[in-house]
Each structure stands twice: as structure tokens, then as C-alpha cells.
């Protein structure tokens, strides 16, 4: 029982880590790259990475599942999310356009309930609510020209926490080593469609880049499906607002990035909505039923 209560969150914070890492090379190499040429060649690098690591029990044996379709559409989901986010990175500095993707743990907690059957409560229920009520802080409609760059993150974040939530039920089914398989092959299908077409030259720091950029993203795929071996898809979202703290680091270091008074209120709100949750969860756990 102590090891899952560790090792979940810690997997958690270790996904997010990466992800924010990756997502600050990617809004460098977006520069001079298309978004489609950058998923295939990350996907390629995915793909070679995942073969290696299920080489013992073989691609044949790992790719057996019960539920195909869910693989499928899960792996898909989380491509073009992946791909909607590294758009957004040419147009917003990072911490703006994860103050906004910080919605989808709370997007999460509203669908567990309906698809995972996770019971939610209305704490919960409320937390949602606040939530929105923070994005609303970021994007400020009705003040100021609602920029349409905001709405790429915001998409993302909805795909992203139905992805999570896909994950969890296949969690359920299948080895997380058929789950990264499936991901690796149908993203690098997906991107394998369009990547060629916007394919521009890359000298050699570019693909020491993108071949960092890779390595980071199959670690925080990886690690994030072992957290939901260790946890419940709504008991761990508190842990990846630590993306948020990455990625302001990190934009502030790399771009001279800080984001202004209204996103930071406005994530503010939406982090507190989250950890409200959390902390209702461990003070008295009969909350989330409630």
C-alpha cells in the first residue's frame, strides 16, 4: 500500500518533468520546423524506442489486446493532442499556454465519473466549476480581443484529459507495455500521413534536438501509464500541476518568458480548485462519494 501511494504521484511528477522539458525544445525547434514534420520524426524516434523496450516478449506478443478500438483511438487521441499543443508553443509563451492546459486535470475529474465510473461528489463537482472559472480569468472574454491562439491550448487540454482517462481503462486491460506499443505505432501511422509533405531541412543540432525532444516524450509517456497502474485517474491530478512550476522555470531560463496578472490568476484558481479536491480526498475520504 506505501509503495502504490509513492510511486504513483512520484511517476506522476517524473511525466510532467519531462513532458515540460520536451514541450521547451519543441517551441525552439517549432521555429524553424513544421508541427507535422516535427510529430513524425518524434514518433519515428518513439517507435524505435518502445520496439527495444518490448524486445524481449516480442511486437507480436506485446501487441495483443481485448480492446483494439480503445487502444486505437487512445494512441490517436494523443497524437494530434500532442501535435495541437506544439502549434500553440509558436504562437504563446509556455507558462500561458499550460496555464490553460492546466484546466484538463479538472476536465478529468468530470469525466471519470461519466466514463471510468469513479464516483466524483460534489466537491468535486464544484472544483469543476471554480476551474472553469479560472480559464475564463485567462482567456477574458468580453474585455479584452479574445486571442484565437488560446483556444489551441484549451482544445488540448480537453483531448489530453480524455486521453488520460482512455488510459486508465486500458490500465485495466492491458500491460503498460502493449499500451506505449499502440502508441507508438498509431502516432507514428498518423504522422507518417502528413510529415513527409512538410518536411524541411534540419541541420545537425536540429536532430541532436529532436532526438532529446523524442527521448523526453516516450519517458513521460511511459512513466504516466505506470502511474495509472498505481492510482486512479482523478487521485493523481493534483501531482501534474507540478507542469505548471517546470514549465515557468524553464520559459523564464530558456525565452525570458512570465506570464501577467491575469494568467497567473487565473491558473492560480484552477490549481486551487484542483488541490481543493485532494485535500478533501485525504482529510475525509467519504468526500468524494459525496
Known amino acids: 500500500m506505501i509503495a502504490r501511494a509513492f510511486w504513483g504521484p512520484a ?18 525547434m517549432i521555429r524553424d520546423h513544421s508541427t507535422a514534420q516535427l510529430m513524425w520524426i518524434r514518433y519515428g524516434f518513439y517507435c524505435a524506442f518502445v520496439f527495444i523496450l518490448v524486445r524481449k516478449q516480442g511486437v507480436m506478443a506485446a501487441i495483443r489486446t481485448t480492446r483494439p478500438w480503445l487502444q486505437a483511438s487512445r494512441a490517436l487521441l494523443a497524437t494530434v493532442e500532442a501535435a495541437a499543443f506544439v502549434l500553440a508553443f509558436r504562437y504563446l509563451p509556455l507558462a500561458d499556454a499550460h496555464a490553460l492546459g492546466s484546466a484538463s486535470p479538472l476536465i478529468v475529474v468530470a469525466l471519470a465519473g461519466t466514463i471510468l465510473g469513479e464516483r ?36 488540448a487540454a480537453f483531448m489530453w484529459a480524455l486521453y488520460q482517462v482512455l488510459l486508465r481503462l486500458c490500465a ?25 509533405f512538410y518536411w524541411s531541412p534540419m541541420a545537425s543540432i536540429d536532430w541532436a534536438w529532436i532526438s532529446v525532444i523524442s527521448l523526453l516524450g516516450a519517458v513521460a509517456h511511459l512513466a504516466l501509464t ?24 524553464l520559459g523564464m531560463i530558456f525565452y525570458g518568458d ?33
Open 172 to 196: 485495466r486491460v492491458d500491460h503498460s507495455d502493449t499500451t506505449l506499443l499502440w502508441s507508438s505505432i498509431v502516432g507514428f501511422a498518423a504522422s507518417t500521413l502528413v510529415g513527409p
Open 11 to 28: 511517476l506522476m511528477v517524473l511525466a510532467m518533468a519531462c513532458f515540460a522539458s520536451m514541450d521547451a525544445a519543441s517551441k525552439w
Open 258 to 290: 512570465f506570464p501577467d496578472g491575469p494568467t497567473l490568476l487565473g491558473a492560480a484558481i484552477i490549481v486551487a480548485s484542483g488541490l481543493y479536491t485532494w485535500h478533501r480526498d485525504r482529510v475525509d475520504p467519504s468526500a468524494a462519494q459525496a
Open 226 to 249: 505506470k502511474a495509472m497502474q498505481f492510482g486512479n485517474a482523478s487521485s493523481l491530478q493534483p501531482y501534474s500541476y507540478t507542469l505548471l512550476i517546470w514549465v515557468a522555470v
Open 120 to 155: 466524483v461528489g460534489w466537491h468535486r463537482a464544484l472544483a469543476v466549476v471554480a476551474g472553469f472559472a479560472g480559464v475564463l480569468v485567462i482567456i477574458r472574454p468580453g474585455f479584452s480581443e479574445l486571442s484565437w491562439p488560446l483556444l489551441i491550448p484549451l482544445a
